[in-house]
């Protein structure tokens, strides 16, 4: 059977638009309404018939006869009649788990998943990524750990918090806007907060998600890891990086002039996969690259450039970045990067 794609409404009846004698695959691009398709000498009757959705195509199993088409939407819907060996399927975009619930398309078919923008494909069993390069944790904002110094001090009105009396912290005004992580005081929360505006050579604010007045309070001191919140799950039994793929982290940091040791590491599957990045010095755009890791089957992986004879096991789903501090008076910044998948 030929590639066949046409539009339909309810007055248009039963249709006949060719003859199935092979395997072939009838698909609807319009959700909301069924397609109805039968094999028939004559014009069915309403009773015969399959009922073909935008979310489950018909996929034949070598039918012959006539094919008829009908359907009951008063709108027009686009089908498509083709051939299942020679012609790539796509389905509506639709989330990961709504695409995946679904087995038994041909190999090949196409899904755009928009929960975790990701083109996948079917390869006869399940579905995973399209091979090609492509990113699935873009980091486009700019994210701060800070250290402050117990000289410091944290007020709060509404939903503005102003960390003060931190001599020359050094944040350059360029990294207005990006997400502060503040440690905690008595009455402020450890944790990320948005907006950052620096003020003056001693001051910044912030933005809580939180509204209170806090008058006066001292910010703890604060040398323990902080993962940055661009971190990716992925999802319980997925397999978003294909087995016998490349991933790789890259990114660009800056941090404080100071005595304190800023450390930065990146994580797959909970597994550290570069070599701790230090400094004490400020340089901005330094650039950071993780080795590459090679998913494999089951609970292992390779880690090329650390040892790739040797199968480490995976801790966990995770993928992640994080910034450290050995003393206070310390602050850092991730300014851009991604996890890039290449197969």
Same mark, same amino acid.
């Given at each position: ?15 006949? =638009? ?23 000498? /004559? ?29 009951? $939407? ?10 299942? =060996? ?18 038994? !398309? ?28 492509? @990113?699935?944790?873009? &980091? ?16 709060? @009105? ?12 050094? &944040?350059?005004?360029? !990294? ?16 990320? !907060? !948005? ?15 939180? $509204? ?9 001191? $604060? ?25 790789? &982290? ?66 966990? @789903?995770?993928?992640? &970045?994080? /910034? ?20």
């Amino acid at each position: 059977m030929t590639t066949t794609s046409d539009v339909i409404n309810s007055s248009d009846g039963w249709v006949q =638009i060719g003859t199935g004698n092979a395997d072939f695959i009838v698909s609807v691009e319009k959700a909301g309404y069924d397609l109805i398709i039968a094999f028939s000498d /004559l014009e069915p009757t309403d009773a015969n018939g399959h009922r073909v959705s935008a979310a489950q195509p018909f996929i034949s199993d070598n039918l012959s006869g006539n094919l008829w088409v009908r359907t009951d $939407s008063p709108d027009y819907i686009r089908y498509i009649v083709s051939d299942s =060996i020679s012609t790539t399927i796509v389905l509506p975009d639709d989330t990961y788990a709504n695409i995946v619930e679904i087995t038994g !398309y041909p190999t090949g078919t196409k899904a755009f998943a928009t929960d975790i923008n990701l083109e996948v494909r079917y390869n006869g069993t399940g579905w995973e990524p399209v091979e090609t390069i492509y @990113s699935i944790m873009p &980091i486009s904002s700019m994210y701060v750990n800070t250290s402050p110094p117990n000289t410091a001090t944290y007020t709060q @009105s509404a939903y503005t918090v102003t960390v003060s009396g931190w001599t020359s912290h050094g &944040i350059p005004a360029q !990294y207005d806007g990006a997400s502060v992580y503040l440690p905690a005081s008595t009455s402020i929360a450890a944790g990320w !907060y !948005y907006d950052l505006t620096v003020t003056g050579t001693n001051t910044f604010t912030c933005r809580s998600l939180v $509204s209170q007045t806090v008058a006066s309070e001292t910010p703890a001191s $604060s040398t323990a890891e902080i993962n940055l919140p661009t971190g990716l799950t992925e999802p319980t039994g997925s397999q978003l990086v294909p087995i016998g793929a490349q991933l790789q &982290i890259g990114l660009y940091w800056d941090a404080k002039n100071s005595a304190a040791t800023k450390s930065l590491r990146m994580y797959s599957y909970g597994v550290q996969v570069n070599t701790t990045a230090t400094r004490t010095t400020s340089t901005v755009n330094a650039a950071v690259t993780s080795s590459t890791v090679v998913p494999m089957a089951g609970d292992k992986m390779f880690i090329i450039g650390s040892n790739p004879s040797t199968p480490v096991s995976k801790v966990d @789903s995770t993928h992640k &970045i994080s /910034l450290q501090h050995s003393a206070t008076d310390a602050w850092s910044i991730i300014m851009t990067g991604f996890m890039q998948v290449r197969k």
